[in-house]
């Protein structure tokens, strides 16, 4: 999907405050309700956007981040890939061309689920030979906006 400016426009504001109404948004950009709803559900509808609450990192009783490096068989990364996405706690998988053959960030709770998540789910997957790990331990910035929308 092309995006125009209009649709660019939405997505700005959207991401600015995501609450607007389609109303606001109308007004802000020059065009109707009616535009601004429509290419809203398109946007939507194409998985251009996805409308969801993010918590604030720094809000959250005791976050846990870990950076996690995997070394995986050449055969399994994709198998390992996928069964990191479905992880809960992982937010983000990657392949690289590095020092490690995939990246992953891993958000918990607390430091006993981080714990579990790291030495016993990940650590246990078929095709995983070794993983490096660095806890965050303060958090100076932390921004959703970057990610992309994937299957």
């Known amino acids: 999907m092309k995006l125009d400016q209009t649709d660019k426009k939405i997505i700005q504001l959207l991401g600015a405050d995501a609450r607007m109404s389609n109303n606001q948004m109308a007004k802000v950009i020059g065009v109707t309700e009616g535009t601004v709803r429509n290419r809203i559900q398109k ?3 194409n998985r251009v956007i996805k409308i969801s609450v993010i918590n604030n ?4 009783e005791n976050p ?3 950076f996690v490096g995997l070394d995986v068989e050449t055969r399994a990364k994709d198998s390992v890939a996928k069964a990191l ?3 809960k706690e992982v937010r983000f998988v ?3 061309i590095g020092r490690h053959d995939l990246m992953a960030f891993v958000l918990a709770e607390d430091v006993t689920k981080l714990s579990k998540v ?3 789910e990940i ?5 995983v030979r070794f993983s490096e790990s660095s806890i965050g331990l303060k958090y100076y ?10 299957d």
Request: aromatic residues 12%; without cysteine.
């Open 43 to 45: 946007l939507i509808k």
């Open 123 to 127: 650590s246990s997957l078929p095709g």
């Open 57 to 60: 990192i720094n809000r959250m």
């Open 64 to 66: 846990s981040l870990a």
């Open 118 to 120: 790291l030495y016993e």
């Open 141 to 150: 910035k932390y921004d959703y906006r970057w990610a992309r929308i994937l």
């Open 94 to 96: 990657s392949s690289l």
């Open 85 to 87: 996405s479905k992880m």
